[in-house]
């Protein structure tokens, strides 16, 4: 009998192997903010220009008239803006004069550039004429390939902004106002 109990002593039983569950991984998420801490800020007509590197006669103009806090408003505008290119085309006495009194023919010079309104591409295509911030009216022109306003060619389309959109032209639109 003792024999028994060492042989039963000697081989150890194995525990019966059960399966344990493993646990679902947690996903663990970075804690947002309901509230940004910061607000990027608005990308304008003015700021967009600006920005470009086309537009600096223009973006000076627009400053020395002190238009650029209209523009940078709530909007929507239209603008029809002028490269520095198209600038460049006016006599030179023109533009050095029209910076001497920026209040006179520069300012109603870059009314007539300035819609109310927003007017994608699509939508100049469709009209004869809009109405300028100036009171006077543009004449759109729509051919198969190309958009003229007044004799003015849309080069760039639809540069949309927070508070309207700008069409590149390549030439200064002028009203019956004679440069000197």
Known sequence: ????????????????????PTAK????HAPTSAVPTTVPPAKTIISTAFADGRFTTLVAAIQVTKLDD?????????VFAPTDDAFKKLPN???????KYPQGQLKQILLYHVV?????????VKLTTLKTLKGDNLT??????????ND???????IE???GVIHVIDSVLVTGLPLR
């Open 116 to 124: 109310p309104g927003k007017y994608m591409a699509s939508d100049v």
């Open 140 to 149: 759109i022109n729509a051919t198969k390939d190309t958009v003229y306003v």
């Open 93 to 99: 006495v023109s533009v050095q004069a029209l910076f």
């Open 25 to 28: 991984p947690t996903v663990t």
């Open 161 to 163: 902004t927070d508070n």
């Open 70 to 78: 209209a523009l940078s408003g709530s909007g929507p505008f239209t």
């Open 1 to 20: 009998m003792a024999g028994v109990l060492i042989a039963g002593c000697t081989s150890p039983k194995t525990p019966p192997v059960t399966a344990t």
């Open 152 to 158: 003015a060619k849309i080069i760039i389309t639809d």
